[in-house]
């Protein structure tokens, strides 16, 4: 339990050893299917009296889920954003760099208006020079030609607003592994962004997450104007390359020091 939440924090090592045993008699759910797992998920029980107040003792629970696709389109096929300044996922100093509920409620209003105007996700921007974070429930990766002329896949800085999803930091250390481009952790702003578009200098947008591993980012929808991502002339490779390199690890496929044996 996090400590913004009232809590003390829940060792890594405590939440790997209790679900561990969950593991052993699901498997069958994931044999044989490709893009399918089971998600795991942690809960916490607090103590059993009604009021406001740091909680005192708390209750681990370790849940599993069968999943497939997470988006209704399918698997690794390219979502639209909407971006509008009005709306804002976290700020400074809450708890938008914690997987807490309450982060996910306050988003919903947001992401039910990108569905009337035919998006699949909010873009979030943040403070008035609109600094892009996430996609909907997902970090953000940029893959573009930057402002110096250097290739490099950049992702929104870790400061405090920014969920510290294990995926992206697995791409993030993937992608340095490789030492085929500059991998940054900085902030892009939606105008620098725009304007790398105008000058063709993107290549690739994709979210990541757990659910849907990565998520190419076909279209934003912003200011009334649909930017398209060039997917058609760059396609999907950098992304398509990182989802492979991510599932071979996941499914076993390829050793890796990430993975645990379970049963």
């Known amino acids: 339990m996090h400590q913004k939440a009232g809590g003390g924090g829940q060792r890594v ?21 490709n893009l399918r797992s089971l998600a795991p998920r942690t809960c916490v ?10 909680s005192s003792t708390a209750m681990l629970y370790v849940i599993l889920s069968p999943v497939g696709p997470y988006f209704s389109t399918g698997m690794f096929n390219a979502v639209s954003l909407w971006a509008n300044p009005e709306y804002v996922r976290a700020w400074r100093g809450g708890t938008g760099d914690c997987k807490l509920g309450g982060n996910y409620g306050a ?13 699949q996700q909010v873009l979030w921007l943040y403070e008035d020079d609109e600094k892009i974070t996430e996609a909907g429930t997902m970090n953000l990766f940029l893959y573009w030609i930057n402002e110096q002329g250097e290739e490099e896949l950049v992702t929104a800085p870790l400061d405090g607003i920014i969920l510290p999803g294990v995926t992206r930091q697995s791409i993030v250390d993937l992608a340095r592994e ?19 578009l105008k000058e063709n200098r993107v290549k690739e947008l994709f ?3 757990t ?15 649909n930017l398209q991502i060039p997917v058609l002339e760059n396609g999907h490779k950098l992304a398509k390359q990182l989802m492979d390199s991510l599932t071979d690890i996941q499914y076993g496929r390829k050793e890796s020091d990430w993975t645990c044996q379970v049963a």
């Open 13 to 33: 090592g405590a939440v790997q050893h209790r679900g561990k045993p969950l593991h052993s008699p699901d498997l069958y759910w994931d044999r044989g299917v």
């Open 45 to 54: 029980c607090v103590y059993a009296s009604l009021g406001l107040k740091k």
């Open 178 to 196: 490789w030492k085929k481009f500059k991998v940054e952790e900085r902030t892009v702003t939606m105008a620098q962004l725009v304007k790398g």
């Open 207 to 209: 979210g990541s997450g």
């Open 107 to 119: 988003s919903l209003y947001a992401q039910s208006q990108a569905q009337n105007v035919g998006c």
């Open 211 to 225: 659910a849907c591993v990565v998520c190419p980012v076909g279209r934003i929808l912003y200011k009334g104007e």
